[in-house]
Structure formats: structure tokens, C-alpha cells
């Protein structure tokens, strides 16, 4: 157990999910700080930001049990979740872009924030793949 609490992939996880939760509460004030001023303005963005930062943490923590499970080398499982941090982070940013840029549909637009986020994807989905792979090894 005390090699587990040590591995860097697990602390980047959890330090990344910790902050992130963070990151949705204070967003979440933010949230309502601006919609008591102004209740009929454009909050989406801003929700989804609150959304995804609380969201994205409880995944980055849940995400530790399947690196406990993981045979892949401490290395391979560090790049796993740094890829896996930078595009909550990226989402996080491209959220607040979103509603800081008074984005009204960013499908239509595509503003910065469009890409910032199409780029968090990316990494998600290649993070992601390499950690299924480790857990589908055990399988």
C-alpha cells in the first residue's frame, strides 16, 4: 500500500481532481453573484464551467481505483494522467473563454474557446485509452 500512495500518476489525480473541485465551487459562487446582478444575462457558459469543474474532479479522483487496478509502468500511467489533468484544465478554460467571450453557441461560431476545448478532447481521449488499455489488460 505505501507504493501506491506514493506513485506520481495517483498524487497528479488526485491533486488535479482536488483543484478542480475547487475550481467548479468557486465558479459556482461566481455563478450566483452574476445572476443576482444580472438575471437575464447569458450564464451557459458559466454553468458549464461550475458543471464541468465539479464533475471532471470526482472523475479524476474516481480515476485513482483504476490506476490501483493498472499493470502499466509507473511512466506510462504519469503520462496517462498528466494527458488526462490538461484537458479537464482545457475544458475548464475554454468554458470560461466561452462565457467571458459572451458566447451565445459555440458550434456556430467557433470561438477560441470551441478550440480549447476540441484540443481537452483530444487529450482526454488519448489519456483515457492508454488507462483502458492498462485496465483491460487485467481483464
Known sequence: MENFITETAVKILIIGGVFNIAFGIIVGHILGLHR???????YKYLLS???????????LLGLVFALMLSPLPNNVETISAILILFSTVLLDLGEMMNWFNRVEDEFKTRPSGFYVKLISGVLLTIGFSILLYGIILII
Open 49 to 59: 464551467a461550475h458543471k464541468a469543474g465539479l464533475q471532471q474532479g470526482f472523475m
Open 36 to 42: 443576482l446582478k444580472n438575471p437575464d444575462s447569458n
